[in-house]
C-alpha cells in the first residue's frame, strides 16, 4: 500500500506499534523466568502490566479511527527481543544475565520510546487530542520504566555483575566460563 497522508502513516506506525507491544507480551514472561534479581523480577512483571494496558489505549485509537490494529508485523521488535532471547541462551553468569537483560529492556524501551513521541506529534498534527493524550501517557511509562531499569543496573546489578566476573577470574574459572560464552 502506497501511503499519501500522514493519517495513513500515523495508522501505519500504531500498528506497528501494537504489533510490538504484543510481541512485548510474549517475550516479558521468558525474560521473568529468566532474570534472578528480585527487584529486576519485579520491574519486569509491573512493564507486563504496562504493557497490557498500553495495548488496550491502541485498541481504543483504533477503535475511534475505526480501523484495525492487525495487518503489520513489527520486525524492529521482533529483531530486538530475539537478540535478548539469544542471550538468555547463551546461559551467561546470573548477575551477567541480568545486566544484559537490563540492556535488551532498554534496547527495546528506547524504540517504543522512538515510536510513541513520533504517534503522538502526528495525532497533535492531525487533530487528534484524546489520542496524543493516550500515546503520551503510554510514552510517560516507558520512560519511566527505562528510567527505572538505569537505576536498577547503576545502583546494584551492573556492579553484581563486574564483581561477579572477579571473583570467577579470582577463583581460576574465568578464563574457562569466557570461553564456553
Known sequence: M?????K????????DLWSAEAQITKALPKMIKAATHPKLKKAFNTHLKQTERQIKRLERIFKELDESPRGKKCVGMEGLLKEGAELIKERP???VLDAGL????????HYEIAGYGCVRTWARQLGEERHAELLQETL?????TDKLLTDLAESSINID??????DDEMAGVGSA???SM
Open 140 to 144: 510517560d511509562e516507558e520512560e519511566m
Open 102 to 109: 537490563i540492556a535488551a529492556a532498554q534496547h527495546v524501551e
Open 161 to 166: 555483575a563486574e564483581s561477579g566476573t572477579e
Open 2 to 6: 502506497e501511503m499519501e497522508s500522514l
Open 177 to 179: 566460563r569466557e570461553g
Open 8 to 15: 495513513e502513516l500515523y495508522v501505519d506506525e500504531l500498528k
Open 93 to 95: 553468569q546470573a548477575d
